[in-house]
C-alpha cells in the first residue's frame, strides 16, 4: 500500500503535480453527483420508464442536459444549489499543497467556489492566485508568471450568463480554442496530472482534446473512487480505448476510496494537520422543485419540449414526436411553437417521412418570418434544404441552401454558414458537380475549424474524400477517409466511422488493393449490423459483391448480392 503512495509524492516532491477536478470532490460538501442532479431533473420532467431507458443507453452527458434545459427554459436558476455548500477536507487540501509550491496549476469542472474559499481560509489572495471561468480569456492565460492558476473550464455559478453559452457549445459538440489551448497546456506539462472526481463521461468535451492533444508529455493518475478499496489498485489504461490517453507516456488508474488516497497524500507532503470540517448535507432538491414550480407556471410546454429534445438528441425519434406534439399543443409564445414545429420537421425527416417534414419545416418557416429572427430563419432554411436533397428534389434543395447561405453571410453567423456550405456540397455532389462540391466542402471545413464544431467535421472530410474519389483521385480520397475515420474513433461517432469504413473499400477498390477493400468493407458490414442500420448494412453488401466481380470471383459476388438482397442487419 505505501509502495504507491512513497513513488506518487516523490514524483510530486521532484516535479510538482498538476490538479484536474470534477464533481466529485465536492460530494462531501452536500453537492449531488452529476447523475443524481439528472434523475431529479428527469423525475420534475415526468420521464416515462421507457423513456429513461433510452437515456440510460445513450449515456448524455451532463452539460448537453443542462444546457437543453437552460435553453428550453431561458433560466439557469436550477444550477443556483452550486451557490451553497462549504469547503471540505479535498477542497483545503488542494489549497494548502497549492500555498506549499506542490501545485501551480488546478483546472475544474465544477461551478461552485468552493476552491477559492478553501485559497481565502488558507491566506492565498490576489497577489497568490488567478482565477479564469471565462473561456474567451483561456488562451490569454500567463501560465509562467508564479501564481497559482484556478481554470473552471466550464465556468462558474457566479457568471452564468457566460456559463450557459459555454455548456451550449460543449452541448453542441463545440470544441473552444479557449479550452484547448488549457488542455494542449496540461498535456506538455513534465510534471505528474491527476484527473479527481472527474469521471471522463463526457463525449464531445475535455476527452476529445485529450486525445487530439498535440503534445503528451505528462504522466496521468485517475483516481477511480471505489469504498471498498482501502489500499490501491494501479492499473496501466493509456492503451485502453475507454480512456482518452493513448500517447501518454504514462497513464494509470487508482481504484481506491478517494477520501484515503487523499489523506495518504496529505501525511506524505504536509506537516500540519489542514482542516478537515465534518462532512454537510443540505437539502438541494428544494431549490430545484421550487425552479420547476416556477418554470411550470410560466412555460407550460417546457417539460415536454425538453424530453422531445433530449429524445431526438439520443435519437429516438417516434418518443421525441409524441412529446413534441404534446408541446406543440401547450405552447403560447410564437418562439416555443417555432421550436416545436421546427423539431417535428427534424424528427420526420429523420423518420423518412419527407413531405410530413417539409409541411411542419415551412410552418416553421413562416412563423420565423413573423418573428424577423433572422438566425431562426437561417436555420430552418437549412433545414427545409436538407430534406428536399434527402428527397431527391435537388433544385427546390438548392433554392433553399442559397437562401440559407445568403442569410447566414448577412447576420455573421459562421455555425450556420459551416452548416450551409456542407450541405451545398452535398447537394453539389448529388448533381455530379464534384469540383464545385469541393469548394463548398473546404469552405466549410475552414468555417468549423474557426467555430470548433467538431461534430461536423468527420462527416465533411467524408463528403470530401467522396468527390475526390468520384474526380478519379482514389488515393487522396483514401487519406481523408483515414482522417476522418481517426476523429470519429476520438469522438466516438459510429455512424462516421462506418461511412469512413465504407469508403475507404469503394476507394481500394479503384486503386485495385481488393484486399484491403474487403477488409474495410467487412469491417464497414459488421458496424452497419451491431447498429442495425439495414440499408447501411445491404449497401457494404453490394460493395463486397461488386469487389468479388471485380476480382473474377462470381460465385462469392453472387452470394453477397442474394445476401444484400434478402439479409436484414
Wanted: charged share 25%; with cysteine.
Amino acid at each position: 500500500m505505501s509502495t504507491f503512495y512513497n513513488y506518487f509524492t516523490e514524483q510530486v516532491k521532484r516535479n510538482g503535480l498538476t490538479i484536474f477536478c470534477g464533481a466529485g470532490i465536492s460530494l462531501d460538501s452536500g453537492f449531488p453527483l452529476a447523475n443524481q442532479l439528472v434523475e431529479k431533473l428527469f423525475f420534475e420532467v415526468g420521464i416515462t420508464p421507457e423513456e429513461n431507458s433510452t437515456f440510460l443507453k445513450a449515456k448524455l452527458p451532463f452539460e448537453s442536459i443542462a444546457a437543453v434545459f437552460a435553453e428550453l427554459s431561458g433560466s439557469l436558476e436550477f444550477l443556483s444549489i452550486y451557490k451553497k455548500g462549504i469547503p471540505n477536507f479535498n477542497h483545503y487540501l488542494i489549497a494548502e499543497l497549492a500555498s506549499q509550491g506542490y501545485i501551480k496549476t488546478i483546472v475544474t469542472t465544477n461551478f461552485d467556489t468552493l476552491i477559492e474559499q478553501a485559497f481565502e481560509k488558507c491566506g492565498l489572495n490576489d497577489k497568490d492566485v488567478q482565477v479564469y471561468a471565462d473561456e474567451q480569456q483561456f488562451h490569454k492565460i500567463n501560465w509562467s508568471n508564479g501564481k497559482i492558476t484556478l481554470v473552471k473550464i466550464h465556468g462558474t455559478i457566479n457568471q452564468k450568463r457566460k456559463m450557459a453559452v459555454t455548456l451550449k457549445k460543449v452541448a453542441n459538440a463545440q470544441l473552444s480554442n479557449g479550452r484547448k489551448a488549457v488542455i494542449d497546456h496540461l498535456t506538455s506539462l513534465k510534471q505528474p496530472v491527476l484527473f479527481l472526481g472527474y469521471s471522463f463521461s463526457d463525449k464531445f468535451d475535455i476527452s476529445v482534446h485529450l486525445r487530439l492533444a498535440e503534445k503528451k508529455m505528462a504522466d496521468v493518475y485517475t483516481v477511480w473512487h471505489n469504498t471498498k478499496r482501502a489500499a490501491p489498485r494501479v492499473m496501466n489504461i493509456h492503451l485502453r480505448t475507454s480512456y482518452p490517453f493513448a500517447g501518454f507516456n504514462r497513464a494509470m488508474q487508482i481504484s481506491v476510496d478517494t477520501g484515503i488516497f487523499m489523506r495518504e497524500i496529505a501525511d506524505r507532503l504536509l506537516s500540519d494537520r489542514i482542516l478537515s470540517p465534518a462532512i454537510t448535507r443540505f437539502h438541494w432538491e428544494k431549490p430545484v422543485e421550487s425552479w420547476f414550480e416556477n418554470q411550470r407556471s410560466k412555460h407550460p410546454e417546457m417539460c415536454d419540449a425538453v424530453a422531445a429534445r433530449l429524445l431526438y438528441l439520443t435519437g429516438c425519434f417516434p418518443l421525441s414526436e409524441e412529446r413534441s406534439q404534446a408541446a406543440l399543443k401547450k405552447s403560447v409564445s410564437i418562439s416555443k411553437r417555432f421550436d416545436q414545429l421546427r423539431n417535428l420537421g427534424i424528427v420526420w425527416k429523420e423518420l423518412g417521412d419527407y413531405d410530413r417534414a417539409l409541411e411542419y419545416l415551412t410552418q416553421a418557416h413562416d412563423l420565423s418570418k413573423t418573428l424577423s429572427d433572422k438566425k431562426m430563419r437561417a436555420s430552418v432554411l437549412n433545414n427545409i434544404s436538407y430534406t428536399y436533397g434527402s428527397k431527391k428534389a435537388y433544385d427546390q434543395a438548392e433554392t433553399y441552401v442559397k437562401q440559407a447561405l445568403k442569410l447566414a453571410g448577412k447576420i455573421r453567423n459562421k455555425e450556420l454558414l459551416a452548416i450551409a456550405y456542407n450541405n451545398q456540397g452535398i447537394l453539389l455532389g448529388a448533381t455530379t458537380r464534384y469540383k464545385a462540391a469541393l469548394t463548398s466542402f473546404k469552405r466549410s471545413l475552414q468555417l468549423i475549424d474557426r467555430v470548433g464544431l467538431i461534430q461536423w467535421k468527420p462527416r465533411t472530410i467524408n463528403n470530401q474524400g467522396i468527390a475526390t474519389r468520384l474526380l478519379g483521385d482514389p488515393a487522396k480520397a483514401l487519406t481523408m477517409h483515414q482522417d476522418a475515420l481517426t476523429l470519429a474513433e476520438s469522438l466516438g461517432f459510429n455512424d462516421e466511422i462506418l461511412l469512413a469504413r465504407e469508403n475507404m473499400g469503394r476507394a481500394y477498390l479503384a486503386l485495385s488493393d481488393f484486399r484491403n477493400a474487403i477488409n474495410e468493407t467487412k469491417k464497414a458490414c459488421r458496424i452497419a449490423k451491431k447498429s442495425s442500420k439495414q440499408d447501411s448494412y445491404r449497401k457494404c453488401l453490394r460493395l463486397m459483391s461488386e469487389i468479388h466481380a471485380r476480382q473474377g470471383n462470381h460465385t462469392k459476388s453472387r452470394y453477397y448480392r442474394r445476401r444484400a438482397a434478402f439479409r436484414k442487419a
